[in-house]
């Protein structure tokens, strides 16, 4: 298999380096301006490599737009305001939650839209969904936190966190040794351990861990969460993460997707996404730091009924065909069921009380 560009220039900087942490290799992959995956890479759809739950249904965007209505009418209807959006896509779940959430022209009329993206080929196919909402974009949360002028935030990051570079590290017979990878004798790329033992406190490694389990750790998912909860705890609001992960355990949950197929980590570089399973746990255990704001940890098929997406689904179906009912009834049960989507996706609210 030839060599992308992306691998030929990784394996230049190995040369020099001769070893990279997976956190690192993942963020050159990943994020390089000139070879990295999301700067080069439409990513999003049926053509392209992966579909996220708002491109299976308007169902899913609209669930949201309910449980934002419902969050923003419990919070006393703050106006002015800021609806946020971390990673969105192609802009369709923002563009089925304000058609839904148009109902209250007070809820648009008192919105700030913000998105933020770094992907040129997204943001094109956004501003065509969403420009009569006037969006801002910008390139960090943390300059669209600055923007917001202290106003009340509403946060959606669906499958957000999940593409942020993690630390992996192996418990072998000498103790815990960091991940990465480097270039055998043959000139390929393979994983391998640091030889020296890690700086992280060892509290923070998991203590009933077997010889060969993998931890994983995710500073950058950390920040963000802790950015936008220390926000909330001034200014008011809530924040919606929806990934897949898990909250507690050991494993190595580093993928590749390349045209809808698993391949591994280390082919098709740029050209393949690469993620990780978000660690909710070790999330909830930073957010704990901030006790004055309210948790809810779930599986994406229970958070969506609690939005009261069945019942949605049913009114919609009154009015439309045979096989626009058979359609819903399947996006359903892709969203729901523990088997699909419903279980394997978790969902973290966060909100400041009300």
Known sequence: MPMTPCENHLHTILKTAKWLSIAEFMKFVLHDPNYGYY????????????????????????????????????????????????????????????????????????????????????????ESKLSSYMPRWFDSLSSALTA???????????EFLDIFPIQQYMLTSTGWREKGITIDASGKLIYSLKESAPTMAH?????????????????????IVEQ?????????????FIDYGYKEGTGNTLQALYQHQYVSPLEHLGEADLTAHVHFGALLNHLDRLPSLKKNFS?????????????????????ASSQQRESMLQALHRLLSPNEMGSLFKVLEVYTAC
């Open 39 to 126: 700067s080069q890479q439409p990513a999003i759809g049926i053509q392209n490599d992966f579909i996220t739950a708002p491109e299976v249904s308007q169902l899913f965007g609209e669930s949201l737009g309910l449980w934002i209505l419902n969050t923003w009418e419990k919070m006393g209807c703050p106006s002015p305001f800021v609806l946020l959006e971390l990673g969105p896509g192609r802009g369709t779940l923002l563009a089925d939650l304000l058609r839904l959430t148009s109902q209250r022209t007070d809820f648009l009329k008192g919105m700030h839209l913000y998105l933020v993206d770094v992907n040129p080929h997204l943001k094109v196919q956004q």
């Open 148 to 158: 917001s002028q202290d106003l009340p935030i509403f946060v959606i990051a669906n």
């Open 203 to 223: 509290s923070l490694f998991p203590c009933d861990a077997k010889e060969g389990d993998i931890f994983e750790v995710c500073p950058a998912a950390q920040q």
């Open 228 to 240: 936008i909860g220390q926000y909330l705890t001034q200014y008011q609001g809530s924040a919606l």
């Open 299 to 319: 599986t994406q098929g229970d958070f969506l009924k609690r939005c009261g997406i069945e019942l949605w689904a049913q009114k919609l179906m009154q009015q």
